[in-house]
């Protein structure tokens, strides 16, 4: 069954401090992966996509991971701050399929407190 | 550009009204998504199309649930009749192109079936 898993569920952490969030997938054939912020009551914000070919990428303070033989990707947030307080998702695209088929996360609720 | 456009924002209408969402993708993008989102379920895709034809479908619950996409610059989404479990906030998000090309979100609209 194609699912995308994420944790943890939610987190806390104080601000400057470093974390990571973890995607594990069993979505097959494999396309794409991508990270997601949702800041409360606004619609997701694209952080990174990643290819099959690709094991890193960055924007900012945000470095997602992929390994795609384990199944495995992870968002690594440096020096957070008080905007990071968001929830992130996780989508994985299947290959060769329509555009429809993306397979969603729950999504990890971050909270940076001061 | 001023992004994609969701209208209403908040929609409050009793069980069993025609309740009618609308999308303005961002301009020269190919690809129109409709989502729903729950804390349940998470992130849902319900349609999208490509160049306003309707592609995949799959995921639109029932047949209560319809969405048309007249023109490259708007599209709405029905429920008729709206029940409680309709309850959700409703996302549309377009794209440039279909595959690991960024999808862009609107803001959504929170609609709440009494």
């Known amino acids: 069954k194609n699912q995308v898993e994420q944790s943890p569920q939610s987190l806390i952490i104080l601000e400057g401090k470093n974390c990571t969030l973890q995607?594990?997938?069993?979505?097959?054939?494999?396309?794409?992966l991508r990270w997601y912020k949702q800041d409360t009551g606004r619609g997701p914000v694209s952080l990174t996509i990643m290819t099959f070919s690709e094991n890193t990428k960055s924007n900012g303070r945000y470095t997602a991971t992929l390994d795609a033989d384990t199944k495995q990707s992870s968002l690594h947030i440096t020096a957070s701050q008080l905007s990071d307080s968001a929830s992130y998702i996780c989508?994985?695209?299947?290959?060769?399929?329509?555009?429809?088929?993306?397979?969603f996360g729950k999504g990890t609720k971050l909270s940076v407190k001061p | 550009d001023a992004g994609v456009i969701q209208s209403p924002r908040h929609e409050v209408t009793e069980m069993g009204q025609e309740v009618t969402l609308r999308c303005k993708p961002i301009s020269g993008h190919d690809y129109l998504f409709w989502y729903r989102q729950t804390m349940m379920r998470g992130l849902e895709l319900l349609i999208y199309f490509n160049n306003n034809v309707p592609i995949d479908d799959s995921g639109m619950p029932e047949d209560r649930f319809s969405a048309k996409m007249p023109n490259a610059s708007f599209s709405t989404l029905k429920i008729q009749p709206s029940e409680p479990r309709d309850s959700a906030v409703y996302f549309c998000?377009?794209?440039?192109?279909?595959?690991?090309?960024?999808?862009?979100f609107g803001p959504g609209t929170r609609l709440t079936v009494t």
């Open positions: 989508v994985v695209e299947r290959y060769g399929g329509s555009q429809g088929n993306l397979i």
């Open positions: 998000a377009s794209s440039l192109r279909g595959g690991a090309y960024e999808q862009y």
């Open positions: 995607c594990n997938y069993t979505v097959s054939p494999f396309s794409n």
